[in-house]
């Protein structure tokens, strides 16, 4: 069956030191992957969504400078929380699709002390 | 860009109980989803209903596309029920990603 995984499940980084995290499609081609981040008590806000031979588009509030994303192939994305403060923690989440309803992994939870 | 709104905010129930859960969005959307999400928890996709009237288990989703609107029904509610549920929408066609509504928070007490 088609699933989406995600890595790690939970991370604990230094506060102003980065995080990478990655979205492996497994059983289907991932021609798109959204990220989101919800942070405590709020809902999933969308970072970028990333499709294969677009420009990666990245929602207001968020920049390539601060999540840098990779989409290298078909099967694979990771992004990048750089220089991680406070205000990043909480439940990060891809969503690949192939025009399809998007599949969600279980997201990768970061904490930031 | 695509607006979701959910109602209501938080939801609290006798076991047993029914639920109704409603999701109001913007713009014309060709995917509609219904997640579930435990406390402290990961997603799980529930239902997925762009229009009409879908059944899985106690769960019921009817979507009318043109008012724009998506209820969830969750019939004779149970503990394992509580947690908060989300829907989201997105224009397959034009390549958007989901937008998520802000949720439901149920709680059903014994």
């Known amino acids: 069956g088609a699933l989406v995984y995600q890595y790690p499940r939970r991370t604990i980084c230094k506060s102003g030191t980065s995080m990478r995290m990655e979205c492996q499609a497994v059983?289907?081609?991932?021609?798109?992957v959204a990220w989101y981040r919800q942070s405590p008590q709020k809902t999933f806000e969308l970072i970028a969504l990333?499709?294969?031979?677009?420009?990666?588009?990245?929602e207001q509030n968020f920049t390539q400078e601060k999540f840098p994303i990779s989409h290298p192939n078909l099967s694979f994305s990771s992004m990048t929380v750089l220089n991680a403060y406070l205000e990043d923690r909480g439940l990060y989440l891809c969503?690949?699709?192939?025009?399809?309803?998007?599949?969600f992994g279980e997201g990768t939870r970061l904490s930031v002390l | 860009g695509q607006q979701v709104q959910q109602s209501p905010s938080s939801l609290v129930l006798q076991e047993g109980e029914n639920a109704e859960l409603q999701c109001n969005f913007s713009?014309?959307?060709?995917?509609l989803q219904w997640f579930y999400q435990s406390p402290g928890g990961s997603l799980v996709s529930l239902l997925s209903?762009?229009?009409g009237t879908k059944h899985t288990g106690r769960l019921t989703s009817t979507t009318v596309t043109k008012e724009r609107r998506s209820s969830l029904h969750i019939s004779s509610s149970q503990t394992t029920d509580s947690g908060t549920y989300l829907c989201?929408?997105?224009?397959?066609?034009?390549?958007?990603?989901?937008?998520f509504g802000a949720g439901t928070k149920l709680t059903v007490k014994p």
């Open positions: 969503g690949a699709s192939d025009n399809q309803a998007p599949l």
């Open positions: 059983g289907f081609q991932a021609t798109s």
């Open positions: 990333s499709t294969v031979n677009s420009a990666i588009k990245y």
């Open positions: 713009s014309t959307a060709t995917q």
């Open positions: 209903n762009p229009s």
């Open positions: 989201a929408i997105d224009r397959r066609n034009n390549n958007n990603a989901p937008r």
